[in-house]
Protein backbone atom coordinates (compact mmCIF):
# COMPACT_ATOMS: atom_id res chain seq x y z
CA UNK A 1 0.00 0.00 0.00
CA UNK A 2 0.81 3.48 -0.64
CA UNK A 3 0.77 6.38 1.51
CA UNK A 4 1.54 10.11 0.86
CA UNK A 5 2.25 12.76 4.23
CA UNK A 6 1.80 16.24 3.85
CA UNK A 7 3.45 17.90 7.32
CA UNK A 8 2.37 21.00 7.04
CA UNK A 9 -1.63 21.81 6.86
CA UNK A 10 -0.48 25.38 6.81
CA UNK A 11 2.29 27.56 5.02
CA UNK A 12 2.28 31.37 6.32
CA UNK A 13 4.62 33.06 4.10
CA UNK A 14 5.00 36.75 3.01
CA UNK A 15 5.26 37.70 -0.42
CA UNK A 16 8.34 37.55 -2.47
CA UNK A 17 9.74 34.77 0.02
CA UNK A 18 10.84 31.28 -1.06
CA UNK A 19 8.64 28.69 0.01
CA UNK A 20 8.68 24.76 0.48
CA UNK A 21 5.87 22.79 0.78
CA UNK A 22 7.05 19.23 2.51
CA UNK A 23 5.86 15.52 0.83
CA UNK A 24 6.77 12.34 1.68
CA UNK A 25 5.83 8.96 0.78
CA UNK A 26 5.76 5.43 1.52
CA UNK A 27 5.46 2.90 -0.89
CA UNK A 28 7.16 -0.48 -1.18
CA UNK A 29 6.72 -0.60 -5.28
CA UNK A 30 7.97 2.38 -7.61
CA UNK A 31 5.92 5.39 -7.93
CA UNK A 32 4.91 8.41 -10.18
CA UNK A 33 5.32 11.69 -8.28
CA UNK A 34 3.02 14.85 -8.87
CA UNK A 35 2.17 17.74 -7.23
CA UNK A 36 -1.48 19.75 -7.87
CA UNK A 37 -2.68 22.71 -6.86
CA UNK A 38 -6.02 23.83 -6.39
CA UNK A 39 -7.75 27.34 -6.34
CA UNK A 40 -10.29 28.70 -4.10
CA UNK A 41 -13.53 26.84 -5.64
CA UNK A 42 -11.83 25.22 -8.16
CA UNK A 43 -10.90 22.05 -8.96
CA UNK A 44 -7.34 20.46 -9.06
CA UNK A 45 -4.95 21.28 -11.71
CA UNK A 46 -1.04 19.37 -12.12
CA UNK A 47 1.33 22.23 -11.57
CA UNK A 48 4.38 19.27 -12.34
CA UNK A 49 5.33 15.65 -12.29
CA UNK A 50 7.98 13.03 -11.74
CA UNK A 51 7.72 9.98 -14.08
CA UNK A 52 11.69 9.13 -14.83
CA UNK A 53 14.81 11.10 -15.64
CA UNK A 54 15.97 14.22 -13.87
CA UNK A 55 15.27 14.35 -10.21
CA UNK A 56 14.43 17.95 -10.85
CA UNK A 57 11.14 18.66 -12.24
CA UNK A 58 10.07 22.21 -13.71
CA UNK A 59 6.36 22.83 -13.32
CA UNK A 60 4.17 25.72 -14.07
CA UNK A 61 3.86 29.30 -12.16
CA UNK A 62 7.58 28.76 -11.19
CA UNK A 63 7.39 26.07 -8.96
CA UNK A 64 9.73 22.91 -9.10
CA UNK A 65 10.25 19.95 -6.82
CA UNK A 66 13.10 17.34 -6.30
CA UNK A 67 12.91 13.36 -5.93
CA UNK A 68 14.70 12.18 -3.48
CA UNK A 69 14.67 8.41 -3.56
CA UNK A 70 16.56 7.52 -0.27
CA UNK A 71 14.29 9.91 1.45
CA UNK A 72 11.43 9.13 0.05
CA UNK A 73 10.23 12.97 -0.37
CA UNK A 74 9.48 15.00 -3.15
CA UNK A 75 9.49 19.10 -1.76
CA UNK A 76 7.99 21.43 -3.76
CA UNK A 77 9.75 24.86 -3.88
CA UNK A 78 9.34 28.57 -5.30
CA UNK A 79 12.00 30.79 -4.58
CA UNK A 80 10.01 34.08 -4.98
CA UNK A 81 5.96 33.45 -4.52
CA UNK A 82 3.23 35.82 -5.03
CA UNK A 83 0.09 36.43 -4.00
CA UNK A 84 -1.63 34.55 -6.95
CA UNK A 85 0.04 31.67 -4.93
CA UNK A 86 -2.63 31.22 -2.06
CA UNK A 87 -3.89 28.13 -2.85
CA UNK A 88 -4.21 24.88 -0.92
CA UNK A 89 -1.19 22.37 -2.97
CA UNK A 90 -1.75 18.15 -2.67
CA UNK A 91 1.40 15.87 -3.21
CA UNK A 92 0.23 12.65 -4.97
CA UNK A 93 1.21 8.98 -5.80
CA UNK A 94 0.88 6.46 -8.35
CA UNK A 95 2.15 3.00 -8.00
CA UNK A 96 3.89 2.05 -11.32
CA UNK A 97 1.46 -1.38 -10.65
CA UNK A 98 -2.06 0.14 -10.53
CA UNK A 99 -1.35 3.24 -12.66
CA UNK A 100 -4.68 4.33 -12.44
CA UNK A 101 -5.06 5.02 -8.40
CA UNK A 102 -3.11 8.13 -7.03
CA UNK A 103 -2.87 8.17 -3.98
CA UNK A 104 -3.31 12.14 -2.45
CA UNK A 105 -1.98 14.08 0.91
CA UNK A 106 -4.08 15.75 3.05
CA UNK A 107 -2.92 18.85 1.40
CA UNK A 108 -1.09 22.02 2.25
CA UNK A 109 -2.76 25.22 2.76
CA UNK A 110 -0.82 28.47 1.46
CA UNK A 111 -1.17 31.70 2.26
CA UNK A 112 0.45 34.63 1.08
CA UNK A 113 0.63 38.19 3.17
CA UNK A 114 1.68 40.88 1.12
CA UNK B 1 -9.59 22.43 -25.19
CA UNK B 2 -12.75 22.95 -22.90
CA UNK B 3 -11.53 20.74 -20.24
CA UNK B 4 -13.74 18.58 -17.91
CA UNK B 5 -16.59 19.66 -17.95
CA UNK B 6 -19.43 19.60 -15.08
CA UNK B 7 -22.53 19.79 -14.47
CA UNK B 8 -24.65 21.45 -12.31
CA UNK B 9 -21.64 23.41 -10.54
CA UNK B 10 -24.32 23.98 -7.74
CA UNK B 11 -27.07 21.95 -6.17
CA UNK B 12 -28.94 22.25 -3.29
CA UNK B 13 -31.42 19.60 -2.81
CA UNK B 14 -33.45 18.06 0.09
CA UNK B 15 -33.28 14.99 2.25
CA UNK B 16 -34.16 11.79 0.11
CA UNK B 17 -34.36 13.47 -3.11
CA UNK B 18 -32.24 11.59 -5.98
CA UNK B 19 -29.53 14.03 -7.29
CA UNK B 20 -27.44 13.17 -10.55
CA UNK B 21 -24.33 14.63 -11.47
CA UNK B 22 -23.05 14.72 -14.63
CA UNK B 23 -19.27 14.85 -16.26
CA UNK B 24 -17.77 15.20 -19.83
CA UNK B 25 -14.24 14.27 -19.86
CA UNK B 26 -11.52 15.44 -22.20
CA UNK B 27 -11.88 13.82 -25.87
CA UNK B 28 -9.56 11.52 -25.85
CA UNK B 29 -8.70 10.94 -22.50
CA UNK B 30 -9.48 6.98 -21.63
CA UNK B 31 -9.76 7.22 -18.12
CA UNK B 32 -12.16 9.05 -16.11
CA UNK B 33 -12.46 9.29 -12.32
CA UNK B 34 -15.28 10.68 -9.66
CA UNK B 35 -13.64 11.79 -6.34
CA UNK B 36 -15.10 13.41 -3.18
CA UNK B 37 -13.74 16.10 -1.13
CA UNK B 38 -14.84 17.49 2.60
CA UNK B 39 -12.84 19.15 5.02
CA UNK B 40 -13.35 16.32 7.07
CA UNK B 41 -11.76 13.07 4.89
CA UNK B 42 -10.26 15.06 2.02
CA UNK B 43 -10.27 14.01 -1.18
CA UNK B 44 -11.94 10.60 -1.95
CA UNK B 45 -11.40 8.16 -5.20
CA UNK B 46 -15.37 6.96 -5.46
CA UNK B 47 -15.11 4.83 -8.80
CA UNK B 48 -13.27 4.98 -12.36
CA UNK B 49 -13.88 4.11 -15.40
CA UNK B 50 -11.34 2.71 -18.06
CA UNK B 51 -12.17 2.72 -21.66
CA UNK B 52 -16.01 3.58 -20.15
CA UNK B 53 -15.74 -0.18 -17.67
CA UNK B 54 -15.88 0.74 -14.25
CA UNK B 55 -12.59 -1.04 -12.80
CA UNK B 56 -12.40 0.33 -9.12
CA UNK B 57 -15.30 1.17 -7.40
CA UNK B 58 -14.47 0.20 -3.87
CA UNK B 59 -14.38 4.05 -2.90
CA UNK B 60 -18.57 4.04 -3.16
CA UNK B 61 -19.80 5.09 -0.09
CA UNK B 62 -22.66 3.23 -0.11
CA UNK B 63 -25.15 1.64 -2.55
CA UNK B 64 -27.00 4.77 -2.43
CA UNK B 65 -23.99 5.61 -4.69
CA UNK B 66 -24.19 4.35 -8.57
CA UNK B 67 -22.17 6.10 -11.46
CA UNK B 68 -22.49 4.74 -15.39
CA UNK B 69 -20.27 5.86 -18.56
CA UNK B 70 -22.27 4.49 -21.42
CA UNK B 71 -20.19 6.57 -23.58
CA UNK B 72 -16.31 7.35 -24.00
CA UNK B 73 -18.10 11.53 -23.43
CA UNK B 74 -20.00 11.22 -21.04
CA UNK B 75 -20.24 9.92 -16.98
CA UNK B 76 -22.62 10.33 -14.49
CA UNK B 77 -23.08 9.83 -10.75
CA UNK B 78 -26.26 9.37 -9.24
CA UNK B 79 -27.23 9.66 -5.41
CA UNK B 80 -30.49 8.35 -4.33
CA UNK B 81 -31.75 8.93 -2.17
CA UNK B 82 -29.82 11.62 -1.12
CA UNK B 83 -28.63 12.80 2.99
CA UNK B 84 -27.21 15.27 4.37
CA UNK B 85 -23.99 13.81 4.91
CA UNK B 86 -23.43 13.42 1.14
CA UNK B 87 -23.04 17.21 1.40
CA UNK B 88 -19.63 17.84 -0.11
CA UNK B 89 -17.35 18.90 -3.82
CA UNK B 90 -18.13 16.08 -6.38
CA UNK B 91 -15.19 16.08 -8.66
CA UNK B 92 -14.68 14.27 -11.98
CA UNK B 93 -11.07 13.81 -13.73
CA UNK B 94 -10.05 12.07 -16.79
CA UNK B 95 -6.84 11.30 -17.80
CA UNK B 96 -5.00 10.36 -21.08
CA UNK B 97 -3.02 7.08 -21.55
CA UNK B 98 0.29 9.32 -20.19
CA UNK B 99 -0.17 10.08 -16.72
CA UNK B 100 -1.30 13.05 -15.04
CA UNK B 101 -5.24 13.78 -14.10
CA UNK B 102 -7.13 16.64 -15.47
CA UNK B 103 -9.76 17.53 -12.71
CA UNK B 104 -13.07 19.77 -13.54
CA UNK B 105 -14.38 22.51 -11.74
CA UNK B 106 -16.56 20.43 -9.80
CA UNK B 107 -19.93 19.77 -8.25
CA UNK B 108 -21.14 21.97 -4.63
CA UNK B 109 -23.59 19.47 -3.36
CA UNK B 110 -25.54 20.94 -0.50
CA UNK B 111 -28.26 18.37 1.07
CA UNK B 112 -30.76 19.97 3.78
Known amino acids: AQSVTQLDSQVPVFEEAPVELRCNYS??????LFWYVQYPNQGLQLLLK??????LVKGINGFEAEFNKSQTSFHLRKPSVHISDTAEYFCAVTPYSSASKIIFGSGTRLSIRP | DAGVIQSPRHEVTEMGQEVTLRCKPISGHDYLFWYRQTMMRGLELLIY????????DSGMPEDRFSAKMPNASFSTLKIQPSEPRDSAVYFC??????????FGPGTRLTVL
Open chain 1, 27 to 32: SSVSVY
Open chain 1, 50 to 55: YLSGST
Open chain 2, 93 to 102: ASRPPEQGQF
Open chain 2, 49 to 56: FNNNVPID
